[in-house]
């Protein structure tokens, strides 16, 4: 029987890591990097176009495959991802870089709560969705809240997609118009300054490589240590947002929110982080290591787009996007302020 479960998961698995790796290599291209297009973006789209194409003929056979990317390996993909981290790194942008991070995270997820739920009546899971990818890290947030929420998968997509939107257009905003900003003379060129803002507030980790280095490369340094600070916030806020909602649905006839569920998956994340801190393996396997979890990541981005249907996200309507774009303005207006209090005008 068991061998028979496995063989059963072989179809959908295969597709999940095909679109994984097609992704990654059209991310390597040129034309993608410039438009800072990660494997994870690139794998949901792919999916989403056979998903509402040639896989439904197969979905028979692929669906306990891609059922099980998208669960399993979503959860090894997030655990693996403290291989990018280190403790030391909290260092390096000092006590003010990671008050921003907070700040910003907080302050964000909490504006889109009000938002979502009083002013544009969104439901729960969209609102909690697009809180945590604007506010963290963009798709890999999003899919890393959705095991705690059990969220559908044509919610994970909206939410995944606004994300994409305004992060790439911080990619290309931020450093225009920092340099319009310096040649005027408004501001210093303080690359530190530049950097922990971009960090601190542009979605996606690939985003802010490619708005960092279009400044310089220490802009580029500081912006990634910044964002890898907020990516490391992800595990206390899972935890939080399960106890959070364990408390909200309490008595509320919710199954299984009564009680406070643990994202197991969160707390190994931390802990790979704290043992990627000790340097206790060689730096080239910890390189393959990241570049195995981008292929799981990757998948299970993959499976999501598979069982994402266009008329389901057509159905949610401008106001995901609507929220989306007022939480990209407090980025932009609320990270400078706080940047420029805590850190001194640039």
Request: with cysteine; glycine share 10%; proline share 3%.
């Amino acid at each position: 029987m068991k061998n028979d479960k496995i063989i059963s998961l072989l179809p959908g698995l295969a597709l999940s890591i095909a679109l994984a790796l097609a992704s990654m290599w059209l991310a390597e291209l040129d034309a993608m990097r410039r438009l800072g297009f990660s494997a994870l973006t690139i794998a949901i789209v792919g999916g989403m176009l056979l998903g509402n194409t040639v896989y439904p003929a197969i979905a028979g056979r692929c669906h306990d495959g891609v059922d099980f990317a998208k669960a399993k390996l979503l959860r090894l993909g997030i655990i693996l991802f403290g291989f990018r981290l280190t403790f030391q790194d909290i260092a390096a942008v000092g006590v003010m870089g990671i008050v921003i991070d907070a700040l910003i995270v907080a302050s964000t997820f909490y504006l889109a709560w009000v938002l979502g739920r009083r002013v544009f009546k969104l439901d729960e899971q969209s609102t909690i969705l697009i809180g945590a990818g604007s506010s963290i890290c963009g798709a890999a947030a999003v899919l890393a809240t959705e095991p705690v929420l059990r969220a559908q998968a044509d919610k994970v997509a909206v939410a995944v997609a606004t994300v994409v939107v305004f992060g790439t257009l911080a990619m290309f905003v931020y450093p225009a118009a920092w340099h319009a900003l310096v040649a005027a003379g408004w501001v210093h060129n303080d690359t530190f300054f530049y950097g922990v803002f971009s960090g601190a507030t542009i979605h996606e980790v690939a985003q802010v490589v490619a708005a960092g280095k279009a400044v310089g490369e220490d802009a580029a340094t500081s912006a990634v240590i910044t964002k890898m600070i907020r990516v490391m916030m992800l595990a206390p806020f899972l935890i939080f947002l399960s106890a959070w909602l364990a408390r909200r649905h309490r008595g509320g006839g919710a199954k299984g929110r009564g009680k406070v569920q643990i994202p197991w998956f969160a707390v190994l994340f931390l802990a790979v982080a704290g043992f990627n801190s000790l340097a206790l393996l060689p730096q080239g396997w910890v390189a393959e290591v990241v570049v195995f979890d981008n292929v799981v990541l990757a998948a299970a981005m993959g499976a999501l787009g598979l069982t994402t249907h266009v008329s389901a996200i057509r159905r949610a309507g401008v106001k995901p996007l609507t929220l989306a774009a007022i939480l990209f303005a407090w980025l932009v207006v609320g990270g400078a302020l706080l940047c420029t209090l805590l850190l001194g005008a640039p």
